[in-house]
């Protein structure tokens, strides 16, 4: 199985902070990577698939980049609503594992 | 898109339960779908898939041989039978639809709101 590592685990920001999240995984993934934002008591919500492409009705302030075995979720501009746990998955072998998880806080 | 999950509750350890997620606003023969579950102040676990078809499945090692996805094209509905539950089952219960008509996801991008199956005696 692909093991998916995130990092940090979580982290203090501001509003108007650029944040970033990196996930690393245990071979490569050729770029299918999938990140995601999810709040308490709601569904995840997918915000970046191929590592780069933007899901439709995402806010440009989100990014992703990366190749091979590295890759980063880039919040350019954080805002309120932003602040919740993010999740790489990889979904380039199954089983299609996700990273433990990052939460940004306050 | 909207994806409805229902059948959790709380049922005693080696006790069994099946999901249901009803799917609308898709054409849900289309796409493979997908059990996610979240436990009690952890991170997402992928637990099993299925094919638009049906006729292709696959399983976390954590549930293999105890889990069953399975799916009612005419009913728009996904299913998971789940045997021998255990505490560490103690989970919300997501079902995801596949981004993508591929042989594999590019992502999961429709989620139901999740259903809470508790083991506990």
């Known amino acids: 199985d692909i093991q998916m590592t995130q990092s940090p685990s979580s982290l203090s920001a501001s509003v108007g902070d650029r944040v970033t999240i990196t996930c690393r995984a245990s071979q490569g993934i050729s770029n299918v990577l999938a990140w995601y934002q999810h709040k308490p008591g709601k569904a995840p919500k997918l915000l970046i698939y191929g590592a780069s492409r933007l899901e439709n009705g995402v806010p440009s302030r989100f990014s992703g980049s990366g190749s091979g075995t590295d890759y980063t979720l880039t919040i350019s501009s954080l805002q309120s609503e932003d602040f919740a746990t993010y999740y790489c998955q990889q979904c380039f072998s199954s089983p299609w594992t996700f990273g433990q998880g990052t939460k940004v806080e306050i | 898109v909207q994806l409805l999950e229902s059948g959790g509750g709380l049922v005693q350890p080696g006790g069994s339960l099946r999901l249901s997620c009803a799917g609308s606003g898709l054409t849900f023969s289309t796409y493979a779908m997908n059990w996610v579950r979240q436990a009690p102040g952890k991170g997402l676990e992928w637990v099993s898939d299925?094919?638009?078809?049906?006729?292709?499945?696959s399983y976390a090692d954590s549930v293999k041989d105890r889990f069953t996805i399975s799916r009612d094209n005419s009913k728009s509905t996904l299913y998971l039978q789940m045997n021998s539950l255990g505490g560490e089952d103690t989970a919300i219960y997501y079902c995801?639809?596949?981004?993508?008509?591929?042989?594999?996801?590019?992502?999961?991008?429709?989620w139901g709101q999740g259903t809470l199956v508790t083991v506990s005696s």
């Open positions: 299925i094919s638009p078809g049906g006729d292709s499945t």
């Open positions: 995801a639809k596949a981004l993508g008509v591929g042989p594999s996801p590019l992502g999961f991008d429709s």
